[in-house]
């Protein structure tokens, strides 16, 4: 299973990016997007269920962030908004067969490299 995120850059406060994951295979996974900043453990953003109709979101993300799915593009997407200089860290895919999002990183068995989200102020 090989993941591959992407998306990431350097925005000013109150700007937009959007990320990626891709795989070559999605549809049977529900995956999850995690963050980890220096010097911070690895913490969940947003988790989308295999069928897309269930979504989960830590408070940090509810009302900026969207996640989505397009299975047959084999992608999952993190739409960022209103980005603020605590959202910098590294940004991992994870991918785990549950049916249900789960928020803990051990839940998930399969990750991608990350991509670097910097937001200035």
């Known amino acids: 299973v090989q993941l591959q995120a992407s998306g990431g850059g350097l925005v000013q406060a109150g700007g937009s990016l959007r990320l990626s994951c891709t795989r070559r295979?999605?549809?049977?996974?529900?995956v999850g997007w995690f963050r980890q900043a220096p010097g911070k453990e690895r913490e969940f953003v947003a988790g989308?269920?295999?069928?897309?109709?269930?979504?989960d979101y830590a408070d940090s993300a509810k009302g900026r962030f969207t996640i989505s799915r397009d299975n047959a593009k084999n992608t999952v997407y993190l739409q960022m908004n209103s980005l603020k200089p605590e959202d910098t860290a590294v940004y991992f895919c994870?991918?785990?067969?549950?049916?249900?999002?789960?928020?803990?990183?051990?839940?998930?068995?399969?990750w991608g490299q990350g991509t670097q989200v910097t937001v200035s102020s």
């Open positions: 994870a991918a785990g067969t549950h049916y249900y999002v789960q928020r803990g990183t051990s839940e998930y068995a399969y």
């Open positions: 295979i999605f549809g049977m996974y529900t």
């Open positions: 989308i269920n295999l069928s897309g109709g269930s979504t």
